[in-house]
């Protein structure tokens, strides 16, 4: 008998009784209780889609087992980094079986987030979802048994009856907030690549996507008050191609952005998985693309700024915003059209590599300082976020920004993203801010994944498959009062060097695989963490992304065409520090 493949990520408990399975096949209805609507959806459209089937509404409508008898608690079961194996096996023979019904509910007794798979020859098919994104998860585990097939867009084996090994799991996620920050003010990924990633984050289980919409290098979302954020700060005349610090550009405009209907969709299409969209919105630094487009939002008593364009290089613009009502009135304005279209109860301004060189130098901002009775630069900042703080707030709303936001005072009531390694979101959590743990040392997967000549572009510090999959959140400088503010993590994937789709999926694969196990799964101390056997449920893993069209870095290496000779990058020797 073949191993049944492994499941990812790893779920917390799991067992298997060895019973003949489960068909799936043109015969297959679905049954779905009340709030497990969005899984209904997903399953026809997506896994019938895949499979060739309709899944057609069961004709019996009452559930396949009641809470007591269904809950099949694995208490002694291993942990499911050995155990949650599946097999998408193909039969043949299926067809001669009983008809079989997948059945959805959502069952009160079980955590949010949490589900109950239980897979029986007698019974079909069961999720139990502790709520609406339970049943979606586990609905996702159920697409990695039935195997790669499971994860294309039309069947390749028309008629094949996809056999479900008999098995029941349980499983819940350890962090509430399990994200991913894409960048797209750097290099612009059209919508149709911003719902591919949702896809991505589905399949694996992540649930907040942080969309760093507006940089130096480009504004992209629609703004109707101000159209020139878009009909200018929206495009550059050319791009740094490499780092920074590289002779090569490219030579050509680039840019565009999304229209306030392509956010609505994009919303809407995150919702329907079970995936928050948090925006970014970056102020009073980061800031050169909205000064192009409105130049008296700069330090116009310092710096020409109606000479600025948006910018084509990378790094951190000295070109940041006055420190005037104009400016805060402006930024309303921006706030007041993002609530309309984002529903997400944490709003990100960014506030991070804040340039205070124009501050020092200007006389209006000086004046600003004493008017305000500040200290100093660092606190001016901390006023434009503690600002926006009290107006999010008045509206229903909270305040998330980078560790920068510390500098000069924290915003009463705001959250921290705690890139700048753990100190910022250690110092948050003690003081009783929540944090999102996601460390440019450990999390940032522009950074290079090994340390050959063939790594494109190679950025940052060497941070392997091994390294993410060692990476832990929680610091363990926290109590465990202090720890609950952390709310969980995110990786982030800054664009500069990622020009395209086929080099944005290879720096994020498979290295968010990895990720998305530590932000699910219940893992024990880094040092401890079974890498080998994530490595084997890798090797079930990898046929599941390349249905998916995924282009990750193979474990052997780049592919010839994934490498990029001559274009400099900027690595950094040693191993990161842990600060």
Same mark, same amino acid.
């Given at each position: ?40 959806? @997903? ?6 889609? #895949? ?65 109950? %798979? ?9 999720? &139990? ?8 998860? !586990? ?37 509430? @907030? ?12 059209? +919508?149709?690549?911003? %719902?591919?990633? %949702?896809? /991505?984050?589905?399949?694996? $289980?992540?649930?907040? =996507? ?8 480009? @504004?992209?979302?629609?703004? $109707?008050?101000?159209? &020139? ?10 791009? +740094?191609?490499?780092? *920074? ?94 609530? !309309? ?13 804040? #340039? ?10 000086? #004046? &600003?300082?004493?008017?305000?009775? /500040? ?7 901390? @006023? ?35 890139? *700048? ?23 940032? /997967? ?62 994020? =694969?498979?290295?968010?695989?990895? =990720? #998305? ?63």
């Amino acid at each position: 008998m073949p191993r049944p493949p492994g499941v990812i990520p790893a779920p917390r408990a799991a067992r298997e009784s060895g019973g003949p399975g489960v068909p799936l096949d043109a015969r297959t209805t679905l049954w779905a209780g009340p709030g497990t609507g969005t899984t209904e959806r @997903w399953l026809r459209l997506t896994l019938g889609a #895949a499979l060739g089937i309709a899944l057609p509404p069961a004709t019996d409508t009452a559930p396949a087992t009641d809470t007591a008898s269904g809950a099949a608690h694995a208490s002694g079961a291993a942990h499911a980094s050995g155990a949650a194996h599946a097999a998408g096996a193909e039969n043949s023979a299926g067809a001669e079986s009983a008809p079989s019904t997948v059945r959805l509910r959502v069952d009160a007794s079980l955590p949010p987030e949490a589900y109950v %798979l239980d897979v029986d020859s007698g019974r079909g098919i069961e999720i &139990r979802g502790g709520d609406g994104a339970g049943v979606f998860w !586990g609905a996702q585990t159920l697409r990695q048994l039935i195997g790669p097939d499971a994860f294309r867009r039309a069947p390749v084996r028309p008629g094949t009856t996809h056999v479900v090994p008999q098995r029941t799991i349980e499983d819940a996620p350890r962090f509430g @907030w399990r994200g991913c920050m894409l960048d797209v003010a750097r290099h612009f990924t059209p +919508k149709d690549g911003v %719902l591919r990633h %949702l896809d /991505l984050m589905a399949a694996h $289980k992540l649930n907040v =996507f942080h969309f760093h919409l507006t940089d130096d290098q480009g @504004w992209r979302i629609e703004i $109707k008050r101000y159209p &020139r954020l878009t009909e200018t700060g929206s495009w550059r005349a050319r791009t +740094k191609f490499g780092h *920074r610090a590289s002779p090569h550009w490219e030579e050509k405009p680039h840019g565009g952005f999304y229209t306030q209907d392509d956010i609505r969709e994009i919303v809407a299409y995150a919702a329907e998985r079970h995936i928050a969209v948090v925006p970014e919105i970056d102020i009073p630094g980061h800031s050169q693309a909205a000064i192009a487009a409105y130049p008296e939002l700069g330090n116009t008593d310092v710096v020409d700024t109606l000479s600025l364009s948006v910018w084509d290089s990378w790094g951190v613009s000295q070109n940041v915003l006055a420190p005037t009502d104009n400016a805060l009135r402006f930024y309303e304005g921006v706030f007041e059209e993002l609530l !309309g279209l984002f529903p997400s109860e944490f709003i990100h301004i960014g506030g991070d590599e804040c #340039a205070k060189d124009q501050w020092k130098a200007s006389p209006a901002a000086q #004046a &600003r300082i004493t008017e305000l009775g /500040l200290a100093d630069e660092d606190e001016l900042q901390s @006023w434009f976020v503690r600002h926006f703080d009290a107006w999010l707030t008045a509206r229903g709303r909270r305040l998330i920004g980078w560790d920068e936001i510390l500098e000069g005072g924290l915003a009463p009531g705001a959250a921290v993203s705690s890139w *700048r390694g753990y100190r910022g979101g250690i110092a948050a959590a003690r003081a009783g801010h929540d944090v999102v743990m996601c460390p440019e040392q450990q999390v940032y /997967l522009d950074h290079r994944q090994a340390g050959g000549p063939d790594e494109p572009v190679p950025i940052g510090f060497v941070r392997t498959l091994e390294d993410v999959y060692r990476f832990e959140p929680v610091p363990p400088e926290l109590t465990p009062g202090q720890a609950r503010h952390v709310l969980g993590t995110q990786a982030n994937l800054w664009t500069e060097v990622m020009e395209d789709r086929g080099r944005l999926d290879y720096q994020a =694969f498979p290295r968010l695989v990895a =990720f #998305a196990e530590v932000a699910w799964s219940a893992l024990p101390a880094p040092a401890d963490r079974d890498f080998a056997d994530f490595e084997r449920r890798m090797t079930d893993h990898y046929p599941r992304l390349d249905a998916l069209g995924v282009a990750y870095r193979p474990p052997t290496g780049p592919l010839p065409w994934q490498r990029r000779p001559g274009v400099p990058g900027r690595p950094i020797d040693g191993p990161p520090p842990n600060v």
